[in-house]
């Protein structure tokens, strides 16, 4: 028996081992088909608590993004499972559990992780982030060995004329593909902005409506341009995606790597780290705003909800100062943290060093007007960080303080943007724009996706301070720390018990409800999570309504 003859015995044998407990064991083994699943679940009292529940289904929409990831070999390099080691739990998120696989069929686990592993991938990015990656991984990560899939996208190969209309309006010349696209006689119109080589993107929400090119700072100034439309293949893709992990609901908001907590942090500059943090955007940033640092990157046309960061009018979201101007704490924590709901991600798997050497970078090049080129004035060097504000302890939660945090929000109209139920669906809504002239909706407050953090501190840090650049204006002056409170435990409240993805609300009894909402059920890890009084074998607590 020589070696050839045994390497093929084994290899034979390997593949019918493989074809039995991939393909027959899961259909004979009752485990293998346990929906059972620990989850985060927000109370009405704003607290995260881990629970017992059920995996759900896959929607039609998504089933068909996951016939799509499959046609397209998506699977040859991502992975799709977390094992149970630190540093998959600190890369990627919780464990794998068998109850997340209950409706994979076949399954994809997967070895080769020529990719990053996507079991956790679900709310990680905003659906723009996928749109930019699909059409050019390099845009967003200059060093990804991923192809396009421009493919996905339905992409004339001749550009197309951008031409005025009778209201002044610029927008594109009626030809066979664009009368595919847009109606020309529609009275709904939808402002597109070109990337600075004339890239448009074209979401499913704004074809069949009339189209206007909008260019507020003159992002392009050509007069034509490529088109870049999403699909229903593109769509159905990443409805897939976004959908990976969100079986185990809110547990991002309990993910230690993105917890990360920083105070009035300044460093002293240094040239050597200016140098080194100019490598780190190039190779991580640039990509949506821009080299020179104007929001305006080859995948900002992608961005169509939301607008990068242009970093050289020295206008910052998140701070936690007395002036708009943030510290270095207050760059890192965004920078790791990332923006929720948007493209912008969480870099806490960057090297410290990296994330520190980049806001160098943006604070003393980039954050400079210099519209005047013999006078550039540097906001950081000019107008420096002033003393941070103080957080105490939050008070404890309580039935009574949200209740308050109600009376407070009527009180202080916050209705008025984001809708009697917080899902950010006023009149006002349509009509609000950013300080850069863009359009901007409210936050939808009942997703749980917030952008400055999922913690109350987080949501009192913001009603302290508002949001520098958009309609969200500070209530430090208007409102007492103790409304402010109150209000935040309110608007973390409105996405009690409802489902990452969808927003929908999860049916729960009443009992099990009560005893969630109760301070003293700890339930801080997936171990402790709480399973309904009684319950048998699967501990259905509970389900998602809708698909």
């Not at 060995?145 to 610029?170: C, E, H, Q, W």
């Not at 669906?425 to 936050?443: E, Q, T, Y």
């Not at 999570?529 to 389900?543: E, I, M, P, Q």
């Amino acid at each position: 028996m020589n070696a050839r003859f045994v390497a093929l015995v084994a290899g034979v044998g390997f593949f019918f081992l493989a074809l039995i407990t991939q393909g027959v064991l899961p259909l004979v083994e009752p485990s293998a088909r346990s929906t059972l699943v620990t989850a985060v679940i927000r109370t009405d009292l704003g607290e995260l608590k881990w629970v017992r529940t059920d995996a759900t289904d896959y929607t039609p929409l998504q089933l068909s993004g996951r016939q799509v990831y499959l046609r397209e070999g998506c699977w040859y390099c991502h992975s799709e499972y977390v094992r149970p080691v630190t540093g998959e739990t600190r890369r990627w998120g919780p464990v794998s559990e068998a109850g997340e696989y209950a409706f994979d069929v076949p399954h994809l686990w997967g070895t080769r992780r020529i990719g990053p592993d996507l079991t956790r991938v679900g709310l990680k990015y905003g659906d723009e982030w996928h749109f930019a990656h699909f059409w050019n991984p390099r845009m967003l990560t200059p060093d990804s060995i991923m192809g396009p899939y421009r493919g996905l996208f339905d992409s004339p190969g001749a550009p197309v004329k951008t031409v005025s209309d009778r209201s002044g309006n610029v927008t594109l010349e009626q030809t066979a593909v664009t009368t595919k696209l847009f109606d020309f006689f529609s009275k709904d119109q939808v402002k597109l902005t070109p990337n600075i080589d004339g890239l448009l993107f074209i979401p499913i929400v704004a074809q069949g409506k009339y189209p206007v090119i909008w260019t507020p700072n003159e992002e392009y100034t050509g007069d034509r341009v490529k088109l870049a439309a999403e699909t229903k293949d593109l769509e159905a893709l990443i409805a897939y995606l976004q959908k990976l992990g969100t079986n185990r609901g809110k547990w991002r908001d309990l993910f230690e790597p993105e917890q990360l907590e920083a105070g009035g942090i300044t460093m002293p500059r240094s040239d050597e780290w200016i140098n080194f943090g100019r490598e780190v955007y190039e190779r991580r940033c640039a990509g949506c705003h821009g080299v020179n640092g104007d929001g305006n990157g080859p995948a900002a046309t992608f961005l169509y909800r939301q607008r990068p960061r242009n970093f050289t009018l020295g206008v910052f979201k998140f701070s936690l100062t007395q002036k708009p101007v943030p510290t270095d704490g207050d760059l890192i924590r965004t920078i790791t943290r990332g923006v929720r709901g948007t493209a912008m991600p969480a870099w806490y798997e960057l090297p410290l060093t990296d994330r520190l050497a980049v806001i160098q970078y943006i604070k003393y090049e980039l954050a400079v007007d210099r519209s005047d080129p013999k006078n550039p004035y540097a906001y950081f060097v000019e107008e420096p960080p002033g003393p941070p504000l103080y957080i105490g302890t939050p008070p404890a939660a309580s039935a009574a303080l949200v209740t308050h945090g109600k009376d407070v929000w009527q009180q202080a109209k916050c209705w008025e943007c984001h809708g009697n139920s917080g899902k950010g669906d006023s009149d006002r809504a349509a009509g609000l724009k950013d300080d850069f002239g863009f359009p901007i909706r409210p936050a939808d407050l009942t997703s749980g996706q917030f952008k400055s953090g999922p913690k109350v501190e987080d949501i009192f840090r913001t009603m302290s301070t508002g949001l520098s650049g958009t309609p969200m204006p500070s209530y430090r002056d208007s409102l007492s720390e103790e409304d402010r409170w109150a209000l935040a435990y309110y608007v973390v409240s409105l996405s009690a018990f409802k489902d990452p993805l969808t927003g929908e609300p999860l049916h729960i009894a009443a009992e099990d409800r009560a005893a969630l909402n109760d301070p003293k059920l700890g339930a801080r890890t997936a171990e402790q999570a709480y399973a309904r009084a009684g319950a048998s074998g699967r501990a259905d607590v509970l389900a998602v309504s809708g698909d």
